[in-house]
C-alpha cells in the first residue's frame, strides 16, 4: 500500500520531469527534487547534488518510520545514489543527528555536482552547515553567466563563490570574491581548480562592510569610537561592471551589521558605489516577510540618496524546482542597471 507521504514525493518527482530534462540537457544534475514547504511537509527539503540527495528537516524531525519510507522512494527511483540524512530542525540549525559509520563515509566524501555546465565541490556534512551549493539562487547564477563576459566581477558574502566560479567559466575578466570566512573561500578555490579557471578568480579574506567601503572609495576607518578596530586587508579604491550583493539575513561584526529586514541600505548604497557607471547591480533579499515591491522601493530611495539613477531593473525568479504558493518567492533577486 503506497501511503500518503510516498505520494507527496512522488508527485514532486512527476511535477520536475520536464524541468530535469531541460536541466540535464544543460549539465544540470543540481536541484531541489522535493519543497516541502509548498509540496506537503513543511521544513523538508529534499536535494540532488549529482549523485548525492541531501535531505533535510528543519521544523521537525523525520520519524525513522518516515525516514525509512523516504529512502525506500528514492532507492527506487535512483538507485546507487547516496542518501544522507541531516536534522537541522534544533535551534541554531545545527545538524543533530547521528550517522552510522557507513553513512559517515559517505557523508564526508568529497563529490562534484554540476551545474550550467560549471562543477562544484559539495559533501554531504562539513564543518558548517548549509550546503556549499544553495540551488534556489541557479536563477541568478544562470543570470551572471549571462552577463559575465569581459567584465570585472565583485562577488560579495561569496561564501563557496558559486557566484564568482559561474562569472569566470563565463568568460568574467577578473573575479573578486569577498567573505569573511577563510574555509568557505577554500571550497572556492578547490571550484576554481575543479573548473580549471586559472587566476581569474581572487579571494579577498574580510569583512564585507571594511571591503566595501574601500572599493567604494567611502574609506574604512582604522579607529571608530575611539576602538582600533581588527586588522582588514588594504584594498584599492575600484568600481565593478557587475556586482552581485547576496548577504545573510543577519550578521553582526564590529564593521556593521546585516540586517536585510531593517537596513539593507546599510550594504545597498556601498554596494551601488562600488558599481561603474552603466554597470549592473544583482542584489538579493532572502527574508521571506520582506515584500519585493517595499524592498526595491527602498533601493530606489537608497540610490537616490547615494546620487545614483536605477536606470532599469528586472526580477530574477527562482526556478520550478522552488514552487510557490503564491507567487512570491522568500528569494528575491534583483537586477539593477545603474
Ligand atoms: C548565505 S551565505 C551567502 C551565499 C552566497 N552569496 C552564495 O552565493 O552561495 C552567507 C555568507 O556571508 C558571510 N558573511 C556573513 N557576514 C559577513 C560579513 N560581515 N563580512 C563578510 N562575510 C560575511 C558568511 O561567511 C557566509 O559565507
Excluded at 527511483?77 to 542518501?83: K, W
Aim: net charge neutral; aromatic share 8%.
Amino acid at each position: 500500500m503506497t501511503s500518503s507521504f510516498t505520494d507527496l514525493l512522488s508527485a514532486a518527482l512527476t511535477a520536475r520531469s520536464e524541468l530535469v530534462a531541460r536541466l540535464h540537457a544543460e549539465q544540470t544534475d543540481a536541484y531541489r527534487m522535493f519543497h516541502g514547504s509548498v509540496e506537503g511537509v513543511a521544513g523538508l527539503t529534499v536535494d540532488r547534488y549529482g549523485n548525492l540527495l541531501l535531505v533535510q528537516s528543519f521544523h521537525e524531525p523525520l520519524t525513522a518510520e518516515q525516514l525509512t519510507e523516504l529512502e525506500t522512494f528514492y532507492h527506487r527511483s535512483f538507485p546507487g545514489f547516496d542518501i544522507i540524512y541531516n536534522d537541522r530542525s534544533q535551534p541554531n540549525s545545527r545538524i543533530a543527528n547521528k550517522l552510522s559509520n557507513e553513512q559517515m563515509d559517505a557523508a564526508f566524501e568529497p563529490r562534484e555536482a554540476q551545474e550550467l555546465g560549471v562543477t562544484y565541490r559539495i559533501q554531504a556534512r562539513h564543518a558548517g552547515q548549509d550546503p556549499w551549493l544553495f540551488l534556489d539562487l541557479r536563477a541568478g547564477r544562470r543570470r551572471v553567466m549571462q552577463e559575465a563576459a569581459g567584465k570585472t566581477v565583485l562577488n560579495l558574502f561569496a561564501y563557496t563563490c558559486g557566484v564568482g566560479i559561474a562569472a569566470a567559466k563565463a568568460g568574467a575578466k577578473q573575479v573578486v570574491n569577498v567573505d569573511f570566512a577563510e574555509s568557505s573561500l577554500l571550497v572556492g578555490k578547490e571550484n576554481s581548480r575543479l573548473n580549471h579557471l586559472g587566476h581569474t578568480l581572487r579571494y579577498v579574506e574580510s569583512d564585507a562592510f571594511a571591503a566595501l567601503r574601500q572599493y567604494s572609495g567611502l574609506g574604512q576607518p582604522r579607529v571608530v569610537r575611539g576602538k582600533r578596530l581588527p586588522p582588514f586587508p588594504k584594498l584599492e579604491k575600484q568600481q565593478f561592471d557587475l556586482v552581485v550583493l547576496d548577504p545573510p539575513r543577519y550578521s553582526k561584526s564590529i564593521f556593521g551589521v546585516v540586517d536585510l529586514v531593517n537596513d539593507y541600505s546599510a550594504l545597498f548604497k556601498p554596494a551601488l558605489l562600488a558599481t561603474a557607471e552603466g554597470g549592473t547591480l544583482i542584489c538579493t533579499n532572502n527574508v521571506a516577510s520582506v515584500d519585493r515591491q517595499d524592498w526595491f522601493d527602498q533601493l530606489q530611495r537608497s540610490a537616490k540618496k547615494a546620487g545614483r539613477e536605477i536606470r532599469d531593473m528586472e526580477w530574477i525568479t527562482p526556478e520550478a524546482d522552488f514552487p510557490t504558493l503564491d507567487g512570491n518567492p522568500p528569494l528575491k533577486i534583483a537586477l539593477l542597471r545603474v
